[in-house]
């Protein structure tokens, strides 16, 4: 119990997705500018990332393995992933029409977020139980959301400051993110 | 079959991406019939009528919101100031009503534009975000001005502006846009236009 709660921590903020292992960048860069749309890029995420590793655990376990074909996962993983966003967008279009609202924008983007990939890539590679990879996708999702919270408020602040011409723009936002994952890097030896 | 998929490997490598595929493309297919959201063809039909600026002068906060609440709540369709008359008359003939006059309060006479005050900008570029078209260039700190062409008159930039220096004025006469004045006839346009003549 303690070390599934060691996973978790870990993956939230020792191993952070975003700042400790660059992936994801991009829709981290990309959605940043406003929190509203942060916020709704990192609930989506959220929920696309635990429910891929346990679909991507289940494909693992009981299709590719017996078939000794791991070395197709990622492209296996690919596929259960696009099917997972694309099945979510439609049942959360049907059952809720205002979370489609704050979500459906994103859920589509989420399909290419290479977070989604690295997380049951990683799943596999560190042999993680069923439950071990739903923390661990739970909480890598958690700290990428956490981060591109964090980052698109210092990205509101930075708009208004007042930036040298050579780096205004995405150059200023990769200073100020290179300046977080070094914070980050504190957490490291804490769990 | 499973020893003969694990003495291929090419074979079972083919046939798992194979069935995978078909088993989610069907699920998916599944879904797409089981979880299908029922839209009115009419509210498709009014939002390719609609100006497609999402200004929200109607007081919705899109094209597509308006047009669900014209559908559904019986909304007036006299709301939307950048399509003007022509929309209006369009909406009507969808509808098959009479089309109404342009809702006073909601309406600025004639096609508008934005105005920027170029001594007073200083580059705050909030503006820029507003605008739903693009039609405001400029950089921080430096001067924005209205591209004429592009702005379709929503209004939006002006609020947002934090010296005041945006202002509406009716779209000037030029040789591009004057055209003969025709007899004025109640005319029921077939189709919402932009073009002037």
Same mark, same amino acid.
């Given at each position: 119990?303690?070390?599934?709660?060691?996973?978790?921590?870990?993956?939230?903020? !020792?191993?952070?997705? +975003? %700042?400790?292992? @660059? /992936?994801? #960048?991009?829709?981290?860069?990309?959605?940043?500018?406003? *929190?509203?749309?942060?916020?709704?890029?990192?609930?989506?995420?959220?929920?696309?990332?635990?429910?891929?590793?346990?679909?991507?655990?289940?494909?693992?376990?009981?299709?590719?393995?017996?078939?000794?074909?791991?070395?197709?996962?990622?492209?296996?993983?690919?596929?259960?992933?696009?099917?997972?966003?694309?099945?979510?967008?439609?049942?959360?279009?049907?059952?809720?029409? !205002?979370?489609?609202? +704050? %979500?459906?924008? @994103? /859920?589509? #983007?989420?399909?290419?977020?290479?977070?989604?990939?690295? *997380?049951?890539?990683?799943?596999?590679?560190?042999?993680?139980?069923?439950?071990?990879?739903?923390?661990?996708?739970?909480?890598?999702?958690?700290?990428?959301?956490?981060?591109?919270?964090?980052?698109?408020?210092?990205?509101?602040?930075?708009?208004?400051?007042?930036?040298?011409?050579?780096?205004?723009?995405?150059?200023?936002?990769?200073?100020?993110?290179?300046?977080?994952?070094?914070?980050?890097?504190?957490?490291?030896?804490?769990? | 079959?499973?020893?003969?998929?694990?003495?291929?490997?090419?074979?079972?490598?083919?046939?798992?991406?194979?069935?995978?595929?078909?088993?989610?493309?069907?699920?998916?297919?599944?879904?797409?019939?089981?979880?299908?959201?029922?839209?009115?063809?009419?509210?498709?039909?009014?939002?390719?009528?609609?100006?497609?600026?999402?200004?929200?002068?109607?007081?919705?906060?899109?094209?597509?919101?308006?047009?669900?609440?014209?559908?559904?709540?019986?909304?007036?369709?006299?709301?939307?100031?950048?399509?003007?008359?022509?929309?209006?008359?369009?909406?009507?003939?969808?509808?098959?009503?009479?089309?109404?006059?342009?809702?006073?309060?909601?309406?600025?006479?004639?096609?508008?534009?934005?105005?920027?005050?170029?001594?007073?900008?200083?580059?705050?570029?909030?503006?820029?975000?507003?605008?739903?078209?693009?039609?405001?260039?400029?950089?921080?700190?430096?001067?924005?001005?209205?591209?004429?062409?592009?702005?379709?008159?929503?209004?939006?930039?002006?609020?947002?502006?934090?010296?005041?220096?945006?202002?509406?004025?009716?779209?000037?006469?030029?040789?591009?846009?004057?055209?003969?004045?025709?007899?004025?006839?109640?005319?029921?346009?077939?189709?919402?236009?932009?073009?002037?003549?």
């Amino acid at each position: 119990m303690l070390s599934d709660a060691a996973l978790l921590l870990s993956a939230i903020l !020792v191993n952070n997705f +975003v %700042l400790s292992q @660059f /992936l994801g #960048l991009c829709p981290f860069m990309g959605v940043s500018n406003k *929190v509203e749309t942060a916020i709704g890029m990192a609930v989506a995420t959220t929920f696309v990332m635990t429910l891929a590793s346990a679909c991507a655990y289940f494909v693992f376990h009981w299709l590719l393995v017996p078939l000794g074909l791991e070395y197709l996962k990622t492209i296996f993983f690919i596929l259960v992933i696009a099917s997972v966003v694309q099945l979510t967008k439609m049942i959360i279009e049907k059952t809720s029409p !205002v979370l489609y609202r +704050v %979500l459906g924008v @994103f /859920l589509p #983007l989420i399909t290419s977020n290479c977070a989604v990939l690295g *997380v049951v890539l990683q799943n596999t590679a560190k042999d993680h139980s069923f439950v071990q990879s739903l923390l661990w996708g739970f909480g890598g999702a958690l700290g990428f959301a956490l981060v591109l919270v964090l980052f698109s408020s210092m990205r509101e602040r930075i708009a208004a400051a007042d930036v040298p011409v050579a780096l205004q723009g995405t150059a200023i936002g990769m200073v100020a993110a290179s300046l977080i994952s070094l914070a980050f890097m504190g957490f490291a030896g804490l769990v | 079959m499973y020893a003969l998929l694990i003495s291929y490997p090419l074979l079972s490598a083919l046939v798992a991406l194979g069935s995978l595929s078909v088993l989610f493309g069907g699920v998916l297919g599944f879904a797409a019939v089981r979880f299908r959201v029922e839209s009115n063809p009419i509210v498709a039909q009014l939002s390719d009528l609609l100006p497609q600026s999402q200004c929200g002068q109607c007081g919705y906060p899109g094209c597509a919101n308006y047009a669900d609440a014209i559908v559904s709540n019986e909304e007036a369709i006299n709301k939307c100031p950048p399509g003007g008359q022509a929309t209006i008359n369009a909406i009507a003939e969808l509808l098959g009503i009479e089309p109404p006059a342009m809702d006073e309060e909601n309406v600025i006479s004639g096609p508008m534009i934005a105005y920027i005050d170029e001594t007073d900008c200083y580059g705050c570029t909030k503006c820029l975000r507003a605008c739903p078209v693009d039609a405001i260039i400029g950089a921080t700190k430096m001067m924005h001005t209205v591209i004429d062409t592009d702005c379709t008159g929503c209004g939006l930039c002006v609020d947002t502006c934090s010296k005041n220096c945006i202002a509406m004025y009716p779209v000037p006469v030029t040789t591009q846009n004057w055209c003969w004045e025709l007899p004025e006839y109640p005319v029921v346009t077939s189709r919402a236009s932009n073009v002037p003549c």
